[in-house]
């Protein structure tokens, strides 16, 4: 069954380094979001992606982040200086054409030193 | 702001019970809705969708969705160990969008 593949599965990093998490969404979809859930907090919305662009972005998704898909199937997010509060799990997640549901890889823990 | 509320319970049900997952959502507009099964330290797993009023079935899971009163359930039949985990109710504005999840609602089942 195609599922969603992220790496690193955990990444430790110094405050005010850049850190690049690496998703590979499932090969027929093409919509792309990643997510992130700061420990004992609820999963919340950083971006979404189609067609080469972003589509929606929410407030925690500032100047500090970016988000890449450099071929036909990767799809990143960067940080460009990370703050201690940007630790926690960070899910890429997928979905096809006219269908709505999404499918998460399994997370990067990203910890910030 | 888009809302989606959970008990957090923890909810114990004794093995072979059936558990009762609620949610409400505050958007009225909201198309499509979710739940996910989350264990500790794993990412969401998907393990229904529901999209129109009504009940939905899919092996021991039922998922219930009333959108007059902003509501979906999910029921669990024949709880077992194995469905300890967090369920997540999920809801998405449109069609096709980015997800705003609850804070999820612990399950735990004794044997």
């Known amino acids: 069954e195609p599922e969603v593949t992220q790496t690193p599965s955990h990444q430790v990093t110094q405050m005010g380094q850049e850190v690049i998490l690496r998703c590979v969404p499932i090969?027929?979809?093409?919509?792309f979001y990643w997510y992130r859930q700061i420990l004992g907090q609820k999963v919340e919305f950083l971006v979404s992606f189609y067609n080469n662009e972003i589509s929606e972005k929410s407030e925690i998704f500032d100047d500090q982040f970016s988000v890449e898909r450099p071929d036909g199937s990767n799809f990143t997010l960067k940080i460009r200086s990370t703050k201690l509060e940007d630790s926690a799990m960070y899910f890429c997640a997928s979905s096809g054409r006219g269908q709505p549901a999404m499918y998460f890889g399994p997370g990067t823990r990203l910890t910030v030193t | 702001q888009k809302e989606v509320e959970q008990n957090s319970g923890p909810l114990s049900v004794p093995e072979g019970a059936i558990a009762s997952l609620n949610c409400t959502y505050s958007?009225?507009?909201?198309?499509?809705f979710f739940w996910y099964r989350q264990y500790s330290g794993k990412s969401p797993e998907l393990i229904m969708s529901i999209y129109s009023n009504g009940d939905k079935e899919d092996g021991r899971f039922t998922a219930q969705l009333n959108k007059a009163s902003q509501y979906v359930s999910l029921l669990i039949r024949d709880s077992q160990p194995s469905d300890s985990a967090t369920y997540l109710c999920a809801v998405t504005p449109r069609s096709q969008g980015n997800l705003i999840f609850g804070k999820g609602t612990k399950l735990s089942v004794k044997p």
């Open positions: 958007d009225r507009g909201s198309q499509s």
């Open positions: 090969s027929n979809h093409l919509y």
